[in-house]
């Protein structure tokens, strides 16, 4: 009896006519405590991370002519014009080096912080369908913008390292220092670009105020003058810029100038890691409206 109830058993769920007990359902629900950034199911999605970014790679250079040459175009053009006006017609002072290489270096960086802060801030109302119907740790939606100017950086410096080969300025072991700089720039960019990025799906202003506030922060920051232009007066509020010590730091490495100010640098990236932590928390707290506003 018991074998022929094992093989009727068998022949049925062969049939189909016997289902395998369902899963438990997973219960996706907001949030608690104040600091709850569930970074542990951030990690599990990581392979997201990849895609997106390799997604944004795909569309910000699909049907285009010169591609990733944008990459290298938008720096150098920024730098020629900069070179003309400052270097030629104010005189800016460039600490004894070529006014165009003195720019360049601080364009590298400063392009990939510009790019990186308004690509976050920007990118929640790009992906409305993936946001309203799948469940992911939204976070990585901003992360991934910051971290495709980091990829795009790649060919800006090759440029910057053919224009030192030009004019015979060979770097020293401080060169070393760049990654660690260009992460710092990315971490700057995040910090800004998680309150802006949540503010945005609200509040549609925040994508008419980026441009002005991407240039007023390049004029704000040592890009096109000297650091030590700034009055004594300005600096404890100048420093608070933390892409002060990252620009500073850069021309530090490659062109061995004076090695920024170890107060200024740990001032900059203290406001900095304080925003970071502020937003990553602000983020969380209004991610969970995001579906409803879009």
Request: hydrophobic share 55%; with cysteine; aromatic share 12%.
């Amino acid at each position: 009896m018991r074998i022929a109830n094992d093989a009727a058993t068998a022949t049925a769920v062969v049939r189909g006519e016997v289902r395998q007990p369902a899963a438990p359902p997973t219960v996706i629900a907001p949030g608690r405590g104040l600091f709850d950034l569930d970074l542990a199911a951030v990690w599990r999605h990581r392979e997201l991370l990849y895609f997106f970014v390799w997604r944004d790679l795909r569309v910000r250079h699909k049907q285009t002519i010169v591609g990733m040459g944008w990459a290298i175009l938008q720096p150098f053009l920024t730098m020629i014009v900069l070179t003309v006006v400052f270097g030629r017609f104010v005189g800016v002072p460039s600490e004894g080096w070529p006014y165009s290489v003195f720019v360049y270096c601080a364009l590298v960086p400063w392009t990939v912080f510009a790019q990186a802060f308004t690509s976050a801030s920007t990118t929640m109302l790009g992906d409305p369908s993936l946001i309203t119907k799948v469940y992911f740790p939204r976070l990585l939606i901003p992360v991934a913008a910051v971290v495709r100017p980091l990829v795009e950086s790649v060919y800006s410096l090759v440029v910057l390292l053919a224009m030192l080969a030009w004019y015979g300025i060979v770097p020293g072991w401080r060169v070393v220092t760049l990654p660690v700089l260009l992460m710092l720039t990315v971490v700057a960019a995040l910090a800004v670009g998680l309150w802006l990025a949540a503010l945005h799906v609200r509040y549609r202003d925040v994508g008419h105020v980026l441009p002005l506030v991407v240039q007023l922060w390049m004029f704000a920051s040592p890009v096109a003058y000297p650091a030590r232009l700034v009055p004594e007066g300005w600096r404890a509020v100048y420093a608070l810029n933390p892409m002060v010590g990252v620009i500073e730091g850069f021309r530090w490495a490659l062109l061995g100038g004076p090695a920024p100010d170890v107060r200024t640098l740990a001032l900059g990236m203290s406001v900095m890691a304080v925003v970071l932590i502020a937003g990553a928390v602000f983020f969380r707290r209004l991610e969970r409206t995001f579906a409803d506003v879009l």
